[in-house]
T-cell receptor, first 116, second 118 residues
Framework: NAGVTQTPKFQVLKTGQSMTLQCAQDMNHNSMYWYRQDPGMGLRLIYYSASEGTTDKGEVPNGYNVSRLNKREFSLRLESAAPSQTSVYFC???????????????FGDGTRLSIL | AQKITQTQPGMFVQEKEAVTLDCTYDTSDQSYGLFWYKQPSSGEMIFLIYQGSYDEQNATEGRYSLNFQKARKSANLVISASQLGDSAMYFCATNTQISSGSARQLTFGSGTQLTVLP
């Protein structure tokens, strides 16, 4: 059972470079999420996708863009990386017909991103 | 706005003993969910247990149980018969709407680092 798969697991970028973090889930979940986790803090929501074809901003969306490519895949793009975006990024998905439910979210293993 | 408070930055427990990790929350929502996640040193986030605000019985999942006291707005995690593999960071979270009619997001506490001693 793969669950939620994130690639890459590690990445080092220089300030100003761009990159895309990939996420795919095989649980047929409708809703997908991107979070960042900084030292000493819980996760903070960047963007989410309630269903295929829709995306919305979370708590900390500045500097990021997302694409819900299909039901399985949800990518996160940093257009011009900044040191403040050094973090661990988690993708998650949840079951149920919509994000209005109280279903738990299932997480990928995370991407450790460093911006120099 | 949602707020989750975990007042214990670190906890120690002897192997095979029970431990309670505290969590209080602040919400004006009538319907909400409470979640506990485990994050071992390897970094992945592992879902442990869920309690719905309208559930009358406390949730249980194997050695994990959730002591839910709605009036006190607390949702403490109880781990029975601790094992060395339980050493990890534990996060409490609640599922709240970002704005009226929007999706629910998880709001996390700052976590409790649990160390199980042999």
């Amino acid at each position: 059972n793969a669950g939620v798969t994130q690639t890459p697991k590690f990445q080092v970028l220089k300030t100003g470079q761009s990159m895309t973090l990939q996420c795919a889930q095989d649980m047929n979940h409708n809703s997908m999420y991107w979070y960042r986790q900084d030292p000493g803090m819980g996760l903070r929501l960047i963007y989410y996708s309630a269903s295929e074809g829709t995306t919305d901003k979370g708590e900390v969306p500045n500097g990021y863009n997302v694409s819900r490519l299909n039901k399985r895949e949800f990518s996160l793009r940093l257009e011009s990386a900044a040191p403040s975006q050094t973090s661990v990024y988690f993708c998650a998905s949840s079951e149920g017909v919509s994000v209005y439910s109280n279903q738990p979210q299932h997480f990928g293993d995370g991407t450790r991103l460093s911006i120099l | 706005a949602q707020k989750i408070t975990q007042t214990q930055p670190g906890m120690f427990v002897q192997e095979k003993e029970a431990v309670t990790l505290d969590c209080t929350y602040d919400t004006s929502d009538q319907s909400y969910g409470l979640f506990w996640y485990k994050q071992p040193s390897s970094g992945e986030m592992i879902f442990l247990i869920y309690q719905g605000s309208y559930d009358e019985q406390n949730a249980t999942e194997g050695r994990y149980s959730l002591n839910f006291q709605k009036a006190r707005k607390s949702a403490n995690l109880v781990i029975s018969a601790s094992q060395l593999g339980d050493s990890a960071m534990y996060f409490c979270a609640t599922n709240t709407q970002i704005s009226s009619g929007s999706a629910r997001q998880l709001t996390f506490g700052s976590g409790t680092q649990l160390t199980v001693l042999p």
